[in-house]
């Protein structure tokens, strides 16, 4: 899966992995496929400019750390990060039902006239 199929929604992925804890760069890179069985297999042009805007709106923070003799930024979810996925979650319920009435199973084209 590309990363423009994933358009209006990587921000809320991001969030989502970053709830169970923090994580550097690279390991929310690594969460993302892992818990997708590696279909989203995303580039770092992608992600790290994500984690930037989700850090300017006040979702995440971010701070130099020492992972195995290594600099790296960790990423954490804040207060305001939690309601926005809060409302994220919200708003993918109410979308996934309402195509899922046109495109789930069970579903039957409209005869027309």
């Known amino acids: 899966m590309n990363a423009q199929a994933l358009h209006g929604h990587l921000d809320a992925l991001l969030l989502a992995v970053l709830e169970r804890g923090a994580l550097h760069g690279y390991a929310i890179i690594e969460a993302l496929r892992a818990r997708s069985d590696g279909r989203l297999d995303l580039p770092t042009g992608t992600v790290y400019p994500a984690l930037r805007r989700l850090e300017r709106a006040g979702h995440v923070v971010s701070a130099w750390s020492t992972v195995n003799g290594r600099e790296r930024r960790t990423y954490e979810l804040t207060d305001t990060g ?8 919200s708003g993918w319920r109410e979308f996934s039902s309402t195509v899922g009435r046109f495109l789930g199973p069970g579903t039957t084209p409209n005869p027309a006239g």
């Open 82 to 89: 939690r309601r926005a996925l809060a409302d994220q979650r």
